[in-house]
């Protein structure tokens, strides 16, 4: 049976997926956003699966290497707009997406309190730096089919969903690595 956390994944999931998101998406960056954060880091943190990893110095390259290497290869202007075109690009796009969380969140999970902690860290740096790197382009990235649903110019849509890669996933993993940090540090202090 699924544990409450993995059933609330899979919930959103679903909505994510099967709800009118992805198709909004396509004409939105502040849409494709949120549905971009939800794959790669709201559905894997509530997931955390247990995968056999090598541990130590290795589950932390691996994990965090590998989501960093998807989530910027994806938003390289040719392969982004691919994915806002075309169904097929956007099924390779969410899944590479999911397994590169599903990785990270796993890497975090073998590598310990402190190692998780320092995953994480390093993932709150890359995303917020792409999404500063985004969200301050002078001018558009990813052309005008990025704009559309919420009545903002493409260069304004893409200042917001930047706005929220920085943000808001920059957060999501400050806020775990924090909390990981201190039950490692709660661990090590009950041990002294």
């Known amino acids: 049976m699924l544990s409450p956390r993995r059933l609330l994944a899979l919930a959103v999931l679903a909505v994510l997926w099967l ?17 971009h954060l939800g794959v790669t880091a ?11 990893l ?9 994990g965090a290497v590998a989501e960093m290497l998807v989530v910027w290869v994806w938003h390289l202007p040719a392969l982004h707009v691919w994915a806002r075109l075309s169904f097929t690009g956007l099924v ?15 890497s975090v999970r073998a590598a310990g309190g402190f ?8 993932t709150t740096m890359h995303m917020t730096l792409l999404g500063a ?7 558009t990235l990813y052309g005008d089919i990025c704009a559309g649903h919420l009545g903002l110019s493409a ?12 943000g ?4 999501i993993y400050l806020v775990a690595a924090l909390r990981r940090l201190g039950q490692a540090l709660d661990l090590k202090e009950a041990q002294a």
Not at 19 to 34: I, K
Not at 42 to 52: F, Q
Not at 54 to 62: D, I, R
Not at 155 to 166: D, T
């Open 168 to 171: 808001a996933g920059g957060a």
């Open 19 to 35: 709800g009118p998101l992805p198709g909004l998406a396509a004409g939105s960056m502040v849409l494709h956003m949120v549905l």
């Open 115 to 122: 190692g998780g902690a320092v995953v994480l860290l390093a």
């Open 133 to 139: 790197l985004i969200g301050l382009a002078p001018r």
């Open 54 to 62: 090598p541990s130590g110095a290795m589950a932390l390259v691996l």
């Open 155 to 166: 260069l304004q849509e893409q200042q917001v969903a930047g706005a929220l890669m920085a």
């Open 92 to 106: 390779l796009e969410q899944g590479s997406f999911l397994a590169a969380g599903m990785l990270l969140w796993a």
């Open 42 to 52: 709201v559905v894997p943190a509530l997931w955390a699966p247990a995968l056999r």
